[in-house]
């Protein structure tokens, strides 16, 4: 185990947004995958694995595809994503192999900062410290970086609950980041919300 691998949850349908939230540009007419992506290279996570949906794969990964080829970036299909978003989570681990810890965040929550992801791997022990995310008062935020501890606890959840039964099982050992960083928190669903975000 070497390394601390990125995964992007990107295979949602984007119903409530009605177009594909990864990618919306932000205001600097950067799609909101290529930006997810960015973040977690620069703050030292590779590979960054983005899991989709067999009918964004194509879109997706020509977004990326302008990326730098040193990113270490590869595009996963998730073939049954509404099994569930650990379903994709899960898809991101298989291809991560023998990661030491998974970033893992949301494409819909774009603009946390690379200080803040960086943040979050200073307060990982490898080994010791099972989960480490940003933290606001009692709200969590993105990137969740899950230890190789967690591994096997995460294969084993069911598929209907999710992640947060792993998470509430390590809620004693679990390392909550302080972060003012209002981008770590924002998850952009809407239409409206999305606007809000982008607007001058």
Do not use: C
């Amino acid at each position: 185990m070497s390394h601390l691998a990125g995964i992007v949850l990107a295979a949602g349908r984007s119903r409530r947004m009605g177009r594909t939230k990864a990618l919306l540009p932000d205001r600097a007419g950067v799609p909101f995958v290529v930006r997810a992506v960015a973040t977690l290279v620069e703050a030292g996570a590779s590979p960054v694995l983005v899991v989709v949906r067999p009918d964004t794969e194509a879109a997706i990964a020509s977004a990326v595809a302008e990326l730098p080829p040193d990113a270490a970036v590869s595009v996963v299909v998730n073939v049954d994503p509404d099994r569930g978003q650990l379903s994709s989570l899960l898809t991101g681990l298989v291809r991560a192999g023998d990661a030491r810890g998974v970033l893992v965040t949301l494409v819909d929550v774009p603009f946390v900062s690379v200080d803040t992801v960086r943040s979050v791997i200073a307060a990982w022990r490898p080994g010791e410290t099972p989960i480490v995310r940003p933290a606001r008062g009692t709200e969590h935020g993105h990137p969740v970086l899950f230890d190789h501890q967690t591994f096997a606890a995460l294969r084993a959840a069911p598929l209907d609950t999710g992640a947060r039964p792993v998470v509430r099982g390590y809620a004693d050992a679990i390392v909550n980041v302080p972060s003012t960083d209002a981008g770590a928190f924002l998850d952009l669903d809407t239409p409206e919300e999305y606007a809000g975000a982008v607007a001058p």
